[in-house]
């Protein structure tokens, strides 16, 4: 049966990376290795829109949000957390692991948080080295005002830490415009890869906490990775062959423009969300963000059966939730390799599937609202 | 032109393993993907030669390292490293990074640690909790003596860990028979996959350190492993295409069996060994490893410049000499997906190759004491 996957990571593969990774191994500490890992750094900076050094890891996202805590700190700094979902919470669990004072900004999940919020807790303690918080919560599907965030975090000496892992290249993020200091990312989103790769750029306020930092690190080490990369280089063996499939994946990326991806990924969940609404159902989470759509289910829709279906009868992989959401809602993600037709797939197989369990929807209607929206503009890529 | 990778690690990739990456990707939360992971969780244990858990992490095999320290230590630990090569000082800096006393005995770069020294050293030092040390040290292709190590260490409290990441799968190495507490490998060497996966496998001995142990992690979190191998899942985001790959490389020393496969090492080592000495060269290291083989300059060649004449005119990639060897040695390994006439071919090159540079050799002499091996034992797989 044809696989369709629509969950927040890992995401379909394009055909170019996919056969990349068919290719023979290149040793890594060779010019040939050099030139690839060279380009690909570049082309980072343009997908992160920074002019800083972008690190890449052999990690999936949490071991860079790890590395990051590790990079930053000492033991017994405060940090602040915002917590909305289940990343917020990781970032506080990993600074809780890491023996921190960790100050968590509670929101309710499916909300996000006040740069209000965060400005006045950043005024009670002025001892908070680090902000902590998510472009996109990707437990809960809605999007952060990370604009807003930095412009309060910037007027303190505290660091802002973004974690993007699902959301970089799906979700707007000027990261030295709106001056966010730490962005972290991942490979299996909307950058089109196998999860392997992990991605971190540094502001030079986050490298003046580094320096100062004494949190145990060495696979980690921040400073050895741009000591490194001023060689095109790697301190430990990089994933050469995710790596080579970056390249292909950042081609893709410039190919169609920066600005058009992220249209496309706007036109996409907008289109989803129209359908989602025309068939009476409600988004979880506000704002929703334009990388996945949370949807709330109907108390007479039980999320395995229709999670089951979907996958069984249309080979439809979409995520439930995350612990206190799990059966309560569905996630759908709208990132990453997918085009208009993906989009009208997972609609049509969400109303057959809600259809045959009993749920009262009418047939076709989510799809006509989804083609209406996605007949109101045309992308760059067309 | 044709490339041929003869370096420890990455090392040339099987068909199988190469065209397994260009597929789709698979969810990591689905039952699809639980079943290959429980079958190449169950695989690595045949290779690793017991039968505890082997945790797998996205992170190349210095992660693994930094993985066991973290989780097996607690701030201020006293341990004991082998340093007779880069990667005995890696064990070291580790363990300084994250603020353990580290007591090292240091051997002569080329030259095995003597079992007696080590029992030595903890009958001297009873605080010592952790014995670090390799199977095979990478940067001078000595094997140790884990067997007899293992002996000693396991006299006492202390947990023995094996850094075996250039050697699982091309040493013989008695994981349970032995009683090695701690083994840790990864993924680009003899088990033929591309960089990006580590492995490490505990002792029941080790567990229990791990459960007094407070180093700071996360990411690397082994009792969070632990609990979600029992599920056959991995606690974070696992390196899909590869562990997908793993299965079939793990089905390839399966279907040709690990004695097959570590007598095939033991031959082409024995086999390059013969060859490197009938050209007048010096094996460089005592004990040599059936992984990878170090080689003596003759004062009168200039490293960069063979390693350089072999790439260019033979396309053959080989290794040279690490920190304190750097231009001393070159380092050839004959280290997973090889055949006989691989081991012909990088003599060959190495022949042309140093008879061009204007050094005194026989040309077809290695070739033929190599053949003389070669032709004296027939392979399982023959």
Same mark, same amino acid.
């Given at each position: 049966?044809?696989?369709?996957?629509?969950?927040? %990571?890992? $995401?379909?593969?394009?055909?170019? =990376?996919?056969?990349?990774?068919?290719?023979?191994?290149?040793?890594?500490? $060779?010019?040939?290795?050099?030139?690839?890992?060279?380009? *690909?750094?570049?082309?980072?900076?343009?997908?992160?829109?920074?002019?800083?050094?972008?690190l890449v890891f052999a990690s999936s996202g949490t071991g860079a949000m790890e590395?990051?805590?590790?990079?930053?700190?000492?033991?017994?700094?405060?940090?602040?957390?915002?917590? @909305? %979902?289940?990343?917020?919470?990781?970032?506080?669990?990993?600074?809780?692991?890491? @023996?921190?004072?960790?100050?968590?900004?509670? *929101?309710?999940?499916?909300?996000?948080?006040?740069?209000?919020?965060?400005?006045?807790? &950043?005024?009670?303690?002025?001892?908070?080295?680090?902000?902590?918080?998510?472009?996109v919560e990707t437990s809960t599907g809605v999007v952060y005002d990370v604009e807003?965030?930095?412009?309060?975090?910037?007027?303190?000496?505290?660091?802002? =830490?973004?974690?993007?892992?699902?959301?970089? #290249?799906?979700?707007?993020?000027?990261?030295?415009?709106?001056?966010?200091? =730490? =962005?972290?990312?991942?490979?299996?989103?909307?950058?089109?890869?196998?999860?392997?790769?992990?991605?971190?750029?540094?502001?030079?306020?986050?490298?003046?906490?580094?320096?100062?930092?004494?949190?145990?690190?060495?696979?980690?080490?921040?400073?050895?990775?741009?000591?490194?990369?001023?060689?095109?280089?790697?301190?430990?063996?990089?994933?050469?062959?995710?790596?080579?499939?970056?390249?292909?994946? &950042?081609?893709?990326?410039?190919?169609? +423009?920066?600005?058009?991806?992220?249209?496309?990924?706007?036109?996409?969940?907008?289109?989803?969300?129209?359908?989602?609404?025309? &068939?009476?159902?409600?988004?979880? #989470?506000?704002?929703?963000?334009?990388?996945?759509?949370?949807?709330?289910?109907?108390?007479?829709?039980?999320?395995?059966?229709?999670?089951?279906?979907?996958?069984?009868?249309?080979?439809?992989?979409?995520? #439930?939730?995350q612990a206190q959401l799990s059966g309560k809602i569905i996630r759908i993600a709208?990132? +990453?390799?997918?085009?208009?037709?993906?989009?009208?797939?997972?609609?049509?197989?969400?109303?057959?599937?809600?259809?045959?369990?009993?749920?009262?929807?009418?047939?076709?209607? #989510?799809?006509?609202?989804?083609?209406? *929206?996605?007949?109101?503009?045309?992308?760059?890529?067309?």
């Amino acid at each position: 049966m044809k696989q369709r996957i629509f969950t927040p %990571g890992p $995401t379909p593969l394009p055909e170019r =990376v996919r056969l990349s990774q068919a290719k023979d191994i290149i040793h890594h500490r $060779t010019a040939e290795f050099s030139e690839v890992f060279k380009e *690909v750094c570049e082309d980072l900076k343009y997908v992160f829109q920074t002019k800083n050094d972008v690190l890449v890891f052999a990690s999936s996202g949490t071991g860079a949000m790890e590395a990051v805590v590790a990079n930053l700190l000492s033991p017994g700094d405060e940090i602040l957390v915002t917590r @909305g %979902g289940k990343f917020g919470e990781r970032w506080a669990e990993i600074g809780e692991a890491f @023996g921190l004072k960790v100050t968590s900004i509670d *929101v309710e999940w499916g909300k996000a948080p006040e740069p209000l919020q965060i400005e006045k807790s &950043l005024q009670s303690n002025k001892e908070i080295k680090a902000v902590f918080t998510q472009l996109v919560e990707t437990s809960t599907g809605v999007v952060y005002d990370v604009e807003g965030i930095s412009r309060v975090v910037n007027k303190t000496s505290a660091v802002l =830490v973004v974690d993007a892992i699902s959301s970089l #290249g799906a979700e707007p993020l000027f990261t030295d415009k709106w001056q966010v200091d =730490v =962005v972290v990312a991942a490979s299996q989103k909307a950058l089109m890869l196998p999860p392997g790769l992990s991605f971190v750029s540094l502001s030079e306020k986050a490298w003046q906490l580094v320096d100062k930092a004494t949190l145990p690190r060495y696979y980690w080490d921040f400073k050895k990775a741009r000591t490194s990369l001023a060689h095109n280089q790697t301190p430990f063996t990089p994933s050469v062959s995710l790596i080579c499939a970056l390249r292909e994946s &950042l081609n893709l990326i410039k190919e169609e +423009g920066l600005k058009s991806v992220l249209d496309r990924h706007r036109l996409f969940a907008k289109a989803l969300r129209g359908a989602i609404i025309s &068939l009476n159902l409600q988004i979880f #989470g506000n704002p929703s963000s334009n990388a996945v759509t949370a949807i709330l289910l109907p108390p007479d829709v039980e999320e395995k059966k229709l999670r089951r279906k979907l996958q069984n009868d249309f080979g439809v992989i979409i995520a #439930g939730g995350q612990a206190q959401l799990s059966g309560k809602i569905i996630r759908i993600a709208h990132l +990453g390799w997918m085009d208009k037709l993906d989009i009208i797939g997972v609609i049509s197989a969400l109303e057959m599937s809600l259809f045959q369990l009993g749920y009262e929807v009418e047939l076709g209607r #989510g799809v006509k609202a989804a083609e209406e *929206v996605l007949s109101q503009e045309s992308l760059s890529n067309e």
